[in-house]
């Protein structure tokens, strides 16, 4: 009995640090993304960026991602099999990279048509290195 408790608490600690480990990731991603928005329309007022289709495109690639983000986490909430909670976080870590790698391909697409070549190949250079890193995985 004594072995399967730990054993259990094991499985627990390994779960517990999969999604820290995951959430953390998440977070740097986006912040990344975020350092990118602001290089190209760091001369835009917040009410002008707000209307404009740039923003929009976004909003709706953040919007759709947090949609299905819920669903998964209410999903890992009454998750009991260990295998579909495994299932569920590597769904939570892709469903997070489609949505860095959407939002970076508006983000070149609108520095090409603002003229920002230099920047487009960044940011084309960094979807690149995403799909080398999640291929390598």
Request: glycine share 2%.
């Amino acid at each position: 009995m004594r072995i399967l408790i730990t054993l259990a608490a094991g499985i627990i600690l390994l779960m517990a640090s999969t999604a820290t480990l995951a959430a953390d990731r998440i977070t740097s991603q986006r912040d990344q993304v975020r350092d990118i928005q602001h290089s190209i329309f760091m001369d835009q007022s917040h009410a002008t960026l707000a209307r404009s289709p740039y923003y929009s495109e976004i909003q709706k690639v953040n919007d759709q991602t947090e949609h299905a983000e819920l669903a998964l986490l209410a999903e890992l909430r009454t998750a009991t099999d260990e295998e579909r909670v495994i299932q569920i976080i590597n769904c939570l870590e892709r469903l997070e990279v489609e949505r860095e790698l959407d939002v970076l391909r508006i983000q070149a697409r609108y520095a090409r048509g603002a003229g920002m070549l230099d920047l487009e190949m960044k940011i084309r250079a960094r979807i690149l290195h995403i799909m080398e890193e999640e291929h390598c995985r």
